[in-house]
């Protein structure tokens, strides 16, 4: 079992910059693919990005590929998403979530989430 929890969301103007980070509890860390979803009001969840449990394999979704990059730390089982040129619409909460390889994470077939943290891009 890991536990998730996420932090650094806040406000930011449009073409600005945020990481957030999903810190993650549990000896079974390594073992799991990560990734990152999100959700805006009145909207499903959907797929970000993920990354492989060694992190050579990663994916993103079409939206944010060239402007998001997904990395983690083993060493202080940490994932992050740097969001670079976030606009209007990048406006949800994002949630961090395990599974057991990254196609899995990508169809929202997890074992673990995260209890969100809002991203707000507006002026």
């Known amino acids: 079992q890991v536990q998730l929890v996420e932090s650094g969301g806040g406000l930011v103007q449009p073409g600005g910059s945020l990481r957030v980070s999903c810190a993650a509890s549990?000896?079974?860390?390594?073992?799991?693919?990560m990734g990152w979803f999100r959700q805006a009001p009145g909207k499903e969840r959907e797929f970000v990005a993920a990354?492989?449990?060694?992190?050579?394999?990663?994916q993103y979704a079409d939206s944010v590929k060239g402007r998001f990059i997904i990395s983690k730390d083993n060493d202080k089982n940490t994932v992050y998403l740097q969001m670079n040129s976030l606009k209007p619409e990048d406006t949800a909460v994002y949630y961090c979530?395990?599974?057991?390889?990254?196609?899995?994470?990508?169809?929202?077939?997890?074992?673990?989430w995260g209890q969100g943290t809002q991203v707000t891009v507006s002026s």
């Open positions: 990354i492989s449990w060694n992190g050579e394999t990663l």
């Open positions: 549990g000896r079974s860390f390594l073992r799991y693919a």
């Open positions: 979530a395990s599974g057991s390889n990254t196609r899995a994470v990508k169809v929202g077939n997890v074992a673990n």
